[in-house]
């Protein structure tokens, strides 16, 4: 019922720059804190980014902070991913998420998430 769908995934050169984008429908939106994790081959999922369900307070991994921007659209219902100076250990397949819970909740090592997307793969080449 509930679906997130990924898109702007895609092959960058190092130094570049991507903007994911996290279509949702048939989801409360406006009420959802929204947030972005990826997962490389062989490792396990991990955090990137979240914003609130008011957009007033962003999180970012230390990985990411200064390069990536998360920024949310209620009119259009679809969450963003700014990424730039892409890194090749960015890589990864990034994963949309919704949660009823905070922000914050989605930033900890046992992440509070109600809703996942499918994913998109991002390949930065060196």
């Known amino acids: 019922q509930v679906q997130l769908v990924e898109s702007g995934g895609g092959l960058v050169q190092a130094g570049g720059s991507l903007r994911l984008s996290c279509a949702a429908s048939?989801?409360?939106?406006?009420?959802?804190?929204m947030g972005w994790f990826r997962q490389a081959p062989e490792k396990e999922r991990e955090f990137v980014a979240a914003i609130g369900w008011s957009g007033a307070r962003t999180y970012y991994a230390d990985s990411v902070k200064g390069r990536f921007t998360i920024t949310r659209d209620d009119a259009k219902n679809t969450v963003y991913l700014q990424m730039n100076s892409l890194k090749p250990e960015d890589t990864a397949v990034y994963y949309c998420?919704?949660?009823?819970?905070?922000?914050?909740?989605?930033?900890?090592?046992?992440?509070?998430?109600?809703?996942w997307g499918k994913g998109t793969l991002v390949t930065v080449s060196s």
């Open positions: 048939r989801l409360a939106f406006s009420i959802y804190a």
């Open positions: 998420a919704a949660s009823t819970s905070t922000g914050q909740a989605m930033a900890v090592a046992q992440p509070r998430v109600d809703y």
